[in-house]
């Protein structure tokens, strides 16, 4: 064994093996060009360091100029790290950190070999950065055989006995310098295919006629990530490999092809009244008699729910505050109260994003409003003009709203009278809590919607006995063209693009109308296609690159399950225990390395099912879609019923026939975008990435920073959540700001809390066992907001109560290894994917 003083230097002296190979974003040296950086350090003053190992004649080099030329250029990994401050930088190895003077870099390394016993093949600078079997952060920069690792050989082999020392022409054992890719860079989520028609390697698009090359997920077979870094356990499926089957457009083959499915699909997901817009329960039919159909006049009357005297002067956005929906900047039009939409373009009022103004056959404007996805799907992360992607998010996932006070207040507006009654059913699927929804309540569709109607068996009754999925955590759509499979617990493979649609299918197509269907069929690719396109919003605050790279370093590299780390969750199956092995690796420095994937357009793909015993997060959702929901599902036309049984399956993922011995749990998200999609974990439960990486330091009762109202308005209106970067986003902790609550801070003490404890009310647990045991259940809790919700009530579903059924803020806890300053270089990376 090891002496204890030797493990006490070795992360160090492992950094000063590669000091100035450069850390930076760019791969070259720190200090130097890139190229041969000998930066006029006095190398030669240490005792045997700078040996003329082959002699004075002919191309000789001394040993200084070897490592210069051999490995200074070839790593990076040990200069990003180990620097004060540095993830590097602890108490144990503070003396041996690295000059920030490259030139220091032979002489440090010399000093730590010596410290460290010298030898060779047994030396920790040899064996550190190669061996599997050794722990360190920093992974593994030179596998036994590369050229650095050679390199490191024949130097360490020089001081070992410098007689026997050849260094002629300074080649021998050390290969050619290797470039590094760098550190940071990040595709920003969409799809492979559009980068690939959008450059066509000099800037200028791609034509039509060029030809697709393979979708990156169609690459996630079984067998791909064997041995690698990041680990795959749930593979992309294709839905439309057999036009016999499935009689639906394919996939596109040319860039001309992606282009007319993209536009198609724009028509229809983007709304802002465009002519062929998709409205919930009614395609893009524009039926103004459509079950959900609004009229502007009763849109234009929803300030007197609001316990107002007269509409106010800032109307639209106190609806968009009120509800949680965002204003785009774009324009969508409403007529306001007197106006004709048809003389004035559609009206002078702005709509939020998950309302469209319908249009008629001829394209003219009706006054009649429609629901969109964006409800859920579409938020905002800082105020336009905050940064060059803030304001209004398109496909980020909306932790903004409040769609059961939308959905009872709206709909009490539809109803003459404004009492309300017998509409609230109708979105009594979602929340409990704003910024949370249940829209994924598949085993309510799969009822209605298997083929022939409910059957009287086993599975009718698995069914009913779900339960309810409850609170959720809407995904962010830019991640889609790196998923191959969708839903929190992967529940469909992301081919099977008609559930994607479920909101906008024809109400009597739920129930098997070929009509509808066939709406269906015609539309989701090109909904699919324009949906993966999507790219996330760049960071818009300042990044401190240093620290992203050690990041960097720490995300793709460093093993959670390390012995010496030792720690209490089971480690999972598969990848090198770092956060990339199961959310996938960006940095171009990994993505480049085939001992991470096996292609690099396979960036970003995440498709890693964490079992429940090894993630440990709130069970509820996957309880819910359990064997006889999955077999609902497989029976289904959303479920691609027809695959089922064949080499192309598309039905649900989670079938015991499908995923063998892989056990459920949830699906690890990509992280493109990641800062603008907090609160974080699949029930939106913990509000930053700090306590998600910190679990000690979650809150158990939290309610999110409000919009400041205007000053003659304050104490009368509610205000949503306040998205300015300013103001309320803590970019330390990378996530929204928000007020921790004691037990009775608009809760009941021993019904939403318990005061005694701290912990889940008994009234609680005992409902859970109700709620997670029959389907529906869930949403009686919510009757208070669909009677008549007082402003007081409004205020308090802000509050974030983890004590409620699935909204546990538990599990994510292998992270308890890391140490602050860890974490730290780990928020600092995610913000530059």
Not at 420 to 431: M, Q
Not at 516 to 545: F, I, N, T
Not at 635 to 646: K, P, Q, R
Request: charged share 20%; aromatic share 10%; with cysteine.
């Amino acid at each position: 064994m090891r002496s204890s003083l030797l493990k006490t230097l070795l992360p160090v002296a492992i950094a000063m093996s590669l000091a100035a190979c450069g850390g930076s974003s760019s791969g070259a040296p720190q200090g130097g060009s890139g190229t041969n950086n000998n930066g006029g350090g006095d190398g030669g003053n240490t005792d045997g360091g700078n040996t003329d190992g082959g002699g004075s004649g002919g191309g000789a080099v001394t040993q200084e100029e070897f490592f210069q030329t051999r490995l200074q250029n070839s790593s990076g990994f040990c200069r990003t790290c180990h620097i004060p401050g540095g993830v590097g930088d602890v108490e144990d190895g503070r003396d041996f950190m690295l000059s920030s003077n490259p030139a220091d870099d032979y002489d440090l390394l010399y000093q730590s070999w010596q410290t460290l016993g010298g030898g060779v093949e047994s030396s920790p600078l040899l064996v550190e950065p190669s061996d599997p079997s050794e722990p360190h952060s920093g992974g593994k920069p030179w596998p036994v055989g590369s050229a650095p690792y050679e390199a490191m050989r024949t130097l360490l082999s020089c001081w070992d006995n410098p007689s026997s020392c050849s260094l002629s022409g300074g080649g021998d054992g050390g290969g050619e310098p290797v470039d590094l890719e760098p550190l940071l860079g990040s595709a920003r989520g969409g799809h492979y295919w559009f980068d690939y028609c959008g450059n066509d390697g000099s800037g200028n698009p791609r034509p039509d006629s060029a030809v697709l090359p393979p979708d990156p997920r169609s690459l996630v077979r079984p067998g791909v990530s064997d041995g690698k870094a990041v680990h795959f356990n749930t593979f992309w499926a294709d839905c439309h490999a057999d036009p016999q089957l499935v009689q639906e457009d394919p996939h596109p083959e040319t860039c001309g092809q992606l282009r007319d499915s993209w536009e198609h699909g724009r028509e229809l997901m983007v709304g802002n009244g465009e002519p062929g817009s998709g409205t919930f329960f009614n395609a893009d039919y524009h039926d103004e008699d459509a079950l959900l159909a609004l009229s502007a006049s009763s849109y234009n009357r929803l300030w007197m729910q609001w316990g107002m005297f007269s509409r106010p002067d800032n109307f639209d956005q106190l609806v968009a505050e009120r509800y949680g929906m965002p204003l785009s900047e774009e324009r969508n039009p409403y007529p306001l109260p007197g106006e004709d939409p048809n003389a004035t373009n559609g009206g002078s009022g702005q709509l939020p994003a998950f309302l469209t103004q319908m249009r008629g056959d001829n394209g003219e404007w009706t006054g009649t409003l429609g629901y969109t996805c964006h409800a859920c799907h579409s938020g905002a992360a800082g105020l336009p003009g905050e940064g060059e992607d803030t304001g209004f998010q398109m496909g980020s996932g909306n932790s903004l709203q409040d769609i059961a006070l939308m959905s009872r207040e709206l709909g009490a507006a539809a109803i003459s009278g404004f009492n309300g009654e017998g509409f609230g059913t109708i979105f009594s699927l979602f929340g409990t809590s704003r910024g949370t929804n249940n829209a994924s309540d598949v085993n309510i569709f799969f009822l209605a919607n298997k083929e022939g109607g409910p059957s009287f068996d086993e599975h009718l009754f698995g069914v009913l006995t779900s339960g309810s999925t409850a609170s959720g955590d809407t995904p962010a759509w830019w991640n889609m063209g790196h998923r191959p499979a969708k839903f929190q617990d992967g529940f469909f493979p992301m081919d099977a693009s008609r559930v994607d649609l479920i909101f906008y299918t024809p109400l009597d197509a739920l129930t098997g109308d070929e009509a509808g269907e066939q709406w269906v069929r015609d539309h989701a690719q090109d909904a699919d296609k324009w949906m993966v396109s999507l790219k996330s919003p760049q960071y818009p605050l300042e990044v401190d690159e240093s620290l992203a790279e050690q990041g960097a370093i720490l995300f793709h590299s460093k093993d959670l399950w390390a012995d010496n780390l030792n720690n209490p969750v089971p480690e999972p199956e598969g990848g090198n225990g770092s956060c990339a092995s199961c959310h996938g690796a960006y940095s171009p420095r990994f993505v480049n390395d085939p001992t991470f994937l096996s292609d690099p357009s396979m960036e970003g793909l995440a498709a890693n099912v964490a079992p429940l015993d090894v993630i440990r997060t709130d069970p509820a959702r996957v309880n819910t879609n359990n064997e006889s929901v999955n077999q609902y599902g497989a029976d289904s036309f959303l479920g691609f019923g027809e695959t089922v049984g064949t080499e192309h399956d598309c039905g649900p993922l989670n079938r015991e026939s499908i995923r063998g011995d892989r056990e459920m749990g949830y699906l690890a998200p990509p992280l493109y975008g990641v800062w603008a999609t907090a609160p974080y974990l699949h029930n939106g439960s913990i509000p930053d990435v700090w306590s998600l990486l910190k679990p000690e330091d979650r809150p158990d009762l939290w309610r999110r920073v409000s919009t400041p109202a205007r000053a003659d308005q304050e104490g009368s209106v509610v205000m949503g959540f306040d998205v300015s970067m300013e103001r309320a986003y803590d970019e330390d902790r990378m996530g929204w700001k928000y007020d921790e609550l004691e037990c009775g801070d608009g809760t009941i003490p021993f019904l939403d809390c318990s005061p005694l404890t701290g912990g889940t009310p008994i009234l609680q647990e005992i409902l859970s066992q109700l709620y997670g045991n029959l389907i529906l259940t869930w949403n009686l809790g919510q009757l208070p907001i669909f009677l008549q919700a007082t402003q007081q009530q409004v205020e308090n579903r802000k509050i974030y109560n983890t004590h409620l059924y699935s909204q546990g803020n538990e599990g994510h806890d292998f992270t308890t290894v890391l140490t602050d300053q860890e974490r730290r270089a780990l928020i600092e990376y995610m913000k530059t994917l």
